[in-house]
């Protein structure tokens, strides 16, 4: 069918010649789209309020050679206090680049449209440690990708003693008998079970968690460098952003 009409989140809205809007949309049935909105960067358009970034919006989508046009949109969410707060908003941001570089066009994946919809949920509710809940997503996003790292014991020889090393490329964690001659990054008990834990929780379970300062950047070190690993995600606009606030 060339016209069709299906619920989005926007992931991306930018310019598109001189009054359209270039969308990359995520949908929960046919994955990542690209879509022109006509006339939304005109003031007066019909188009114009759901098509920035941060957007959840039912779309009537006509299906075109290479890309779709955006026939009419109806708002459902616009996350205003996202907007309202430059980390939360670059976090949302973050998230959301993180889908669009590891989503296939048409590549359709309602898990992973469920746990950003979740996700920008609760930073739009300002409920617990923003910290948690992304890195929450980007294992989240892993284990549904298929990436997922191994941190319940050695992955080399099966050992359940720690202390455990870890580094991007092999895995999962290991023990100190397998770490000679790898290049090893201690990896600290508190953080170890923390990464343990998002495995058995939800989106919204991840309000109850806390770390200290150290285990979160660990966190943040650890994940980061694995999700750009394996998935070859490259240099990401969002977090260069998140490190200048």
Not at 205 to 229: D, F, H, P
């Amino acid at each position: 069918m060339k016209l069709f009409q299906t619920r989005a989140l926007v992931l991306r809205s930018r310019p598109f010649g001189e009054k359209d809007r270039l969308l990359t949309l995520f949908t929960l049935e046919a994955g990542k789209i690209t879509a022109r909105a006509p006339g939304a960067r005109q003031v007066k358009s019909k188009l114009s309020a759901g098509v920035e970034p941060l957007t959840c919006a039912s779309f009537l989508l006509h299906r075109g050679r290479s890309i779709c046009t955006v026939s009419q949109l109806q708002m459902e969410q616009s996350y205003a206090r996202i907007r309202a707060n430059i980390r939360d908003f670059a976090l949302s941001l973050y998230l959301a680049e993180l889908v669009e570089k590891t989503m296939e066009e048409g590549a359709a994946s309602p898990q992973i449209y469920e746990l950003l919809a979740d996700c920008w949920f609760l930073l739009n509710e300002q409920k617990g440690d923003r910290d948690m809940l992304v890195r929450f997503f980007e294992l989240t996003l892993l284990n549904i990708l298929g990436y997922s790292p191994h941190f319940e014991d050695c992955i080399f020889c099966g050992s359940d003693k720690g202390p455990f090393f870890w580094n991007k490329s092999s895995g999962g964690i290991f023990c100190r008998d397998c770490s000679a001659g790898q290049s090893a990054i201690p990896l600290s008990g508190g953080t170890l079970a923390l990464l343990r834990s998002f495995s058995a929780f939800t989106a919204a379970k991840t309000v109850n968690l806390r770390g200290s300062a150290e285990q979160k950047k660990e966190l943040q070190m650890i994940l980061l460098q694995y999700l750009q690993y394996w998935t070859g995600i490259g240099h990401l606009q969002a977090l260069s952003f998140l490190q200048k606030i």
